[in-house]
């Protein structure tokens, strides 16, 4: 059977579990999360309050990395839809305005010209505009119990992969969704920790944990990338996956998305925005806007989750270094070679 190493209480070693949110296990989508969130705003106000509010215009922004196995298009047009109407329900003119971001710099240019209010964002774009004080990070997201998110490698048992050394040439599916945004760096640094270059392996990225399991499954591939609940489930919906993969390397809990406040936002509905996004499951009509959106509930931010983030970064980020010096010296040997062959020509 497939052994993924776990704790004495059950779960994988190094996880966090987050406070229980009460909620059945959802699939989490980051679109859900900011609508149940802008939801809360909305519905938290009093009747007495939001007949006197002048009209909200919300402006969302979202790292690509948030919509990787959602359709862009239908998931803006149902958030911009299903918001406006939770509006005028509360008697609330509201406008949504939504875009997402496939440029840091131009996400960083909208944040610091005051156009964007919340932002859903991946740990790594976060802590790419971290120093520059333009966000305040609010929530994390739940899914299983956790905010974090665990990699695993795996290979066939019997397919001649005993570990990440013997990938040089070999085909890898990456899952890559909103929660395994960072899955093909993790990789990337695997290998080059084995002396062999970024893209030694032949990787290819797809948004299903089946479309990068079952090809292993079935001789189609060599190896992939999943994220450990997935993989759990699959096994679970069918074993004899898990007797025949086995698992080559597994990562630290990675922190995949945040929802951020633009720095200095303050509107009047702050406050009971805050409280009601916490308690979206205590009620019916919040366990229907989970349960819609497929999220479980969200957790307050907490900065040490992002440290697993920032040690993988630093590791790819010196090993890239390290690569691309060896790259240059050998360029740099065979030029003097060039040279001297040269000069050796009476």
Not at 73 to 77: I, M
Not at 85 to 89: C, D, N, P, Q, W
Not at 178 to 190: D, F, P, Q, V, Y
């Given at each position: 059977?497939?052994?993924?190493p776990?704790?004495?209480?059950?779960?994988?070693?190094?996880?966090r579990?987050?406070?229980?949110?009460?909620v059945p296990r959802?699939?989490?989508?980051?679109?859900?999360?900011a609508?149940?969130?802008l939801?809360?705003c909305?519905?938290?106000?009093p009747?007495?309050v939001?007949?006197?509010?002048e009209?909200?215009?919300?402006?969302?922004?979202?790292?690509?990395?948030?919509f990787a196995?959602?359709?862009v298009?239908?998931?803006?047009?149902a958030?911009k839809?299903?918001?406006e109407?939770?509006?005028?329900?509360r008697?609330?003119?509201v406008t949504?305005q939504?875009?997402?971001?496939?440029?840091?710099a131009?996400l960083?240019?909208?944040?610091h010209a005051r156009?964007?209010?919340?932002?859903?964002?991946?740990?790594?774009?976060?802590?790419s505009?971290a120093?520059?004080?333009?966000?305040e990070?609010?929530?994390?997201?739940?899914?299983?119990g956790?905010?974090?998110e665990q990699?695993?490698?795996?290979?066939?048992?019997?397919g001649?992969?005993g570990?990440?050394s013997?990938?040089?040439d070999?085909?890898?599916l990456?899952?890559?969704t909103?929660?395994?945004?960072?899955?093909?760096?993790?990789?990337?640094?695997?290998l080059m920790?084995k002396?062999?270059?970024a893209?030694?392996?032949?990787a290819?990225?797809?948004?299903?944990v089946?479309?990068?399991a079952?090809?292993v499954f079935?001789?189609?591939?060599?190896?992939?990338?999943?994220?450990q609940?997935?993989?759990?489930?699959?096994?679970?919906?069918?074993?004899?996956?898990?007797?025949?993969?086995?698992v080559?390397a597994?990562s630290?809990?990675?922190?995949?998305?945040?929802t951020?406040?633009?720095?200095?936002y303050?509107?009047s509905?702050?406050?009971?925005?805050?409280?009601?996004a916490?308690?979206?499951?205590?009620?019916?009509?919040?366990?229907?806007?989970l349960?819609?959106?497929?999220?479980?509930?969200?957790?307050?931010?907490?900065?040490?989750?992002?440290?697993?983030?920032?040690d993988l970064?630093?590791?790819?980020?010196e090993?890239?270094q390290?690569?691309?010096?060896?790259?240059?010296q050998?360029?740099?040997?065979?030029?003097?070679?060039?040279?001297?062959?040269?000069?050796e020509?009476?």
């Open positions: 059977m497939l052994k993924i776990t704790s004495a209480h059950g779960m994988p070693d190094g996880t579990r987050c406070p229980s949110v009460g959802w699939t989490p989508g980051a679109l859900g999360l609508a149940a969130l939801a809360a909305l519905t938290a106000e009747p007495d939001v007949s006197q509010r009209e909200k215009v919300l402006n969302l922004a979202f790292s690509d990395h948030v196995d959602v359709n298009s239908d998931g803006l047009a958030m839809v299903w918001i109407t939770i509006g005028r329900r008697h609330v003119s949504v939504g875009r997402v971001y496939d440029e840091l131009v960083r240019q909208g944040l156009e964007i209010d919340l932002a859903v964002i991946s740990a790594r774009d976060y802590l505009l120093e520059e004080g333009v966000l990070p609010q929530f994390m997201s739940v899914r299983a956790k905010a974090t990699y695993v490698l795996l290979a066939r048992k019997n001649g992969i570990d990440v013997a990938l040089r070999r085909s890898v990456v899952q890559k909103s929660r395994t945004n960072m899955a093909s760096l993790w990789l990337e640094t695997l920790e002396g062999m270059p893209n030694a392996a032949k290819k990225e797809v948004n299903k089946t479309r990068a079952l090809p079935f001789g189609q591939a060599d190896a992939c990338v999943v994220n609940n997935g993989l759990e489930t699959l096994v679970e919906l069918n074993p004899q996956v898990g007797k025949q993969l086995q080559l597994t630290s809990e990675i922190l995949p998305i945040i951020c406040l633009r720095a200095g303050r509107p509905f702050l406050k009971d925005f805050l409280s009601a916490y308690e979206l499951n205590q009620d019916a009509a919040g366990r229907q806007v349960a819609i959106f497929q999220v479980e509930g969200v957790v307050s931010f907490d900065p040490s989750y992002l440290d697993a983030v920032k970064l630093k590791r790819h980020h090993l890239k390290h690569e691309v010096l060896k790259a240059e050998a360029v740099s040997a065979a030029d003097g070679k060039a040279l001297g062959a040269r000069a020509v009476p």
